[in-house]
């Protein structure tokens, strides 16, 4: 993308804060009472935030894909894609396994525990599955980025009829060999992303037309999709998001906004290493007697700071001594 846009950094700065958010707790919520305000606000994440970044990857994609790009020329720019993202994915995925053989012998309080090194077969052919399921975005991501050019050329370059065969993969049975559980979701709103990325002065005109109204019906779905049994009402949320979200963001641009704008740059980093940050705290603060639904606000708060300070961090002061490092998390 030659060009960035704010509006698109700070809706990928608020879908990653979300994923964060999300993350605090991954199976088990602290011991005691009144933890169910943050089920609710994880609820009402999970109703949107990855068909929101689907989508927007998706917008980023469009900008930069070529059309009418050779055979070859399409090979070569998913290869590059996905070197960027794969050797990143595996790095973490390894970095995570060892962490977890690591910490587990000595805490209860690791989530999602390794029995051997088959589990790294998970990692390869099953991301959703695997111990390390919070980094499958990174795989389907590389997955589509493989797969789209060539089913642009299967249809003939007519990006509407993929969003009929991706409505159609909505009914088929699924899996998680390959992502296809998350990819046979979200694949529709990345192609939606790629014909907004493709058609970019006509989205923002109706992103102008119909954020406001796309908004006030977000606000009233969300809740109602928080709940498992509401399919649709989890689909409309999802829908909406896309709208609202980043109309929203391109309708503020003049606002200060800086955090979002940060967050925004950071996003493939804090992505791929949030989870570990966040567990560092949880174990913290189990063995420092903390690990309760008392004191959980203010766990939450540290886990939040912690995971995107660290991913910053990271991403400013120790990478860039590593140059391969930092060119795989940019």
């Not at 509006?7 to 879908?15: E, H, M, Q, S, W």
């Not at 660290?310 to 940019?330: E, H, N, Q, S, W």
Request: glycine share 6%; aromatic share 14%; proline share 5%.
């Amino acid at each position: 993308m030659k060009q960035r846009f704010k509006y698109i950094d700070r809706t990928k700065g608020l879908a990653i804060l979300l994923v964060v958010l999300g993350h605090l707790i991954a199976r088990e919520a602290p011991p005691g009472e009144n933890v169910e305000w943050y089920m609710a606000v994880k609820g009402a994440i999970y109703t949107f935030h990855m068909p929101l970044f689907m989508a927007v990857s998706g917008l980023v994609y469009g900008f930069s894909w070529r059309q009418h790009a050779t055979m070859a020329d399409d090979l070569t720019d998913a290869r590059r894609r996905i070197m960027r993202l794969l050797p990143a994915y595996l790095l973490i995925g390894l970095l995570v396994f060892v962490g977890k053989l690591t910490f587990q012998s000595f805490s209860p309080a690791v989530d999602n525990k390794v029995d051997g090194a088959a589990e790294l077969l998970e990692l390869l052919f099953a991301p959703t599955a695997s111990f390390s399921s919070f980094l499958w975005y990174i795989y389907a991501l590389s997955v589509i980025y493989l797969i789209f050019p060539l089913a642009f050329r299967a249809v003939g370059g007519r990006v509407v009829w993929l969003l009929l065969i991706a409505m159609i993969f909505w009914w088929l049975p699924s899996s998680r060999w390959f992502a296809w559980d998350m990819l046979q979701i979200l694949s529709f709103f990345f192609l939606v992303g790629v014909i907004a990325g493709r058609h970019h002065d006509d989205t923002l005109r109706w992103l102008g037309l119909l954020w406001v109204p796309a908004l006030m019906l977000f606000v009233v779905v969300v809740p109602a999709g928080s709940d498992d049994d509401p399919v649709a009402a989890r689909w409309a949320a999802a829908a909406l998001s896309v709208v609202a979200i980043p109309g929203f963001m391109r309708a503020t641009e003049s606002w200060h906004l800086g955090a979002l704008d940060v967050l925004g740059r950071y996003t493939l980093i804090i992505y791929l290493t949030n989870t570990i940050f966040i567990g560092l705290v949880k174990v913290a603060s189990y063995h420092l007697g903390f690990w309760h639904a008392l004191y959980f606000p203010l766990i939450a708060i540290t886990m939040t700071l912690v995971a995107i300070g660290g991913a910053m961090m990271l991403k400013r002061c120790f990478l860039p001594l590593v140059p391969p490092l930092d060119r795989i998390t940019t």
